[in-house]
């Protein structure tokens, strides 16, 4: 796989622009974002095994973008004025894009997604925004400013599937928006050493965390380590990230109103996304929520199993596709067999 650097100077702004004919043909390009959506890891594949093959190269190039976006907010060049310029030069790919105009492999995959989907470019700018948000922006106040930044760098995605389903419905929107904030928040409690660590962010709001002493040192500390730095922090930093893992699961129990809404054929594909989120806070909470120090991560076969509870369960009664998870230790429920641990 090669890196963010070495994709740029292929497909970068030097080598992309206006006047510049696009590398790649459609075919091409949807073959290369497909590529890009299977060898990236995530908490969950986007192209699994239960995503319509009709479907799979509008998922693919929708990732592609997201992926760039990320990409060149979080990973290319030096953060701040650097990384916005390169999101700038982005913003204006999409737009040539949607003017009919597609100049990166990307956008030439997703001009077809777009014509065929009726999808706007609000969800894409946002998403955008809120990458150009991290340059000027590491450290949050409340948990309503944080949940705010999640309306642009978490709910567009949510509404994207949903359009390429053919199910883009303000009902929906409203419940899939507290699936994918659910999801970012988890997503934020489960990366607090990696984001510290690596880019110098911290999404633990400090009203959780201002009675703690000394909080953002003894966090960096702690996480450099891999160990507490001193006999009280873990028990300090667990009043910190407790009513996070709270708040998310009742943003996950609300999300999941979204199911018994769903299409046949849409519904494995996110409840896997629902169930996987979940399972990250049931692993969380099973590591007594030191995220500082410990990172939880499913397994490959944890992931099969659960694609499996997804597709299992699309052949349930509709009256049944809501039912959550029970809290504890996570086990998983193996359709037809044992459960595993």
């Known amino acids: 796989m090669k890196s963010v650097e070495e994709e740029l100077k292929e497909f970068g702004p030097t080598r992309i622009g206006p006047g510049v004919p696009p590398p790649m043909d459609e075919a091409r390009a949807r073959a290369w974002c497909q590529q890009l959506a299977e060898g990236h890891y995530e908490n969950f594949s986007v192209l699994s095994a239960?995503?319509?093959?009709?479907?799979?190269?509008?998922?693919?190039?929708?990732?592609?973008?997201?992926?760039?976006?990320?990409?060149?907010?979080?990973?290319?060049?030096?953060?701040?004025?650097?990384?916005?310029?390169?999101?700038?030069?982005?913003?204006?790919?999409?737009?040539?894009?949607?003017d009919g105009k597609p100049r990166?492999?990307?956008?030439?995959?997703?001009?077809?997604t777009i014509e065929s989907r009726r999808l706007t470019i609000t969800p894409f700018d946002?998403?955008?925004?809120?990458?150009?948000?991290?340059?000027?922006?590491?450290?949050?106040?409340?948990?309503?400013?944080?949940?705010?930044?999640?309306?642009?760098?978490?709910?567009?995605?949510?509404?994207?599937?949903?359009?390429?389903?053919?199910?883009?419905?303000?009902e929906r929107f409203e419940l899939s928006d507290r699936v994918c904030t659910g999801l970012q928040m988890v997503n934020h409690v489960q990366d607090v050493r990696r984001d510290l660590l690596d880019r110098n962010r911290i999404y633990l709001p400090t009203e959780f965390t201002s009675s703690i002493p000394d909080f953002e040192a003894r966090l960096r500390r702690t996480a450099e380590l891999g160990h507490a730095c001193d006999h009280t922090f873990l028990e300090e930093y667990r009043?910190?990230?407790?009513?996070?893992?709270?708040?998310?699961?009742?943003?996950?129990?609300?999300?999941?109103g979204l199911l018994p809404t769903l299409t046949d054929e849409s519904y494995p594909v996110i409840r896997l996304f629902?169930?996987?989120?979940?399972?990250?806070?049931?692993?969380?909470?099973?590591?007594?929520?030191?995220?500082?120090?410990?990172?939880?991560?499913?397994?490959?076969?944890?992931?099969?199993?659960?694609?499996?509870?997804?597709?299992?369960?699309?052949?349930?009664?509709?009256?049944?596709?809501?039912?959550?998870?029970?809290?504890?230790?996570?086990?998983?429920?193996?359709?037809?067999g044992r459960n595993a641990q």
């Open 50 to 98: 239960l995503v319509p093959d009709r479907m799979r190269g509008d998922f693919a190039a929708v990732y592609a973008f997201c992926r760039w976006a990320d990409d060149l907010g979080d990973e290319a060049g030096t953060p701040g004025e650097e990384r916005l310029r390169l999101l700038a030069w982005w913003r204006g790919e999409l737009e040539a894009c949607f």
């Open 104 to 112: 990166h492999p990307v956008m030439v995959a997703l001009r077809p």
């Open 126 to 170: 946002d998403l955008i925004r809120a990458f150009e948000q991290d340059q000027v922006k590491d450290r949050y106040a409340t948990w309503d400013e944080l949940t705010e930044y999640c309306t642009r760098s978490a709910d567009p995605v949510g509404r994207l599937v949903l359009a390429i389903f053919g199910l883009a419905t303000s």
């Open 239 to 256: 009043t910190a990230v407790r009513p996070m893992v709270e708040r998310c699961w009742t943003l996950m129990d609300e999300g999941r």
């Open 274 to 336: 629902i169930e996987g989120g979940e399972r990250i806070l049931q692993w969380i909470e099973a590591w007594n929520l030191e995220t500082c120090i410990h990172r939880p991560k499913l397994g490959r076969t944890e992931r099969g199993l659960l694609v499996m509870r997804a597709w299992w369960g699309a052949k349930a009664p509709g009256w049944m596709r809501r039912q959550g998870p029970t809290r504890g230790v996570p086990r998983l429920e193996v359709p037809g």
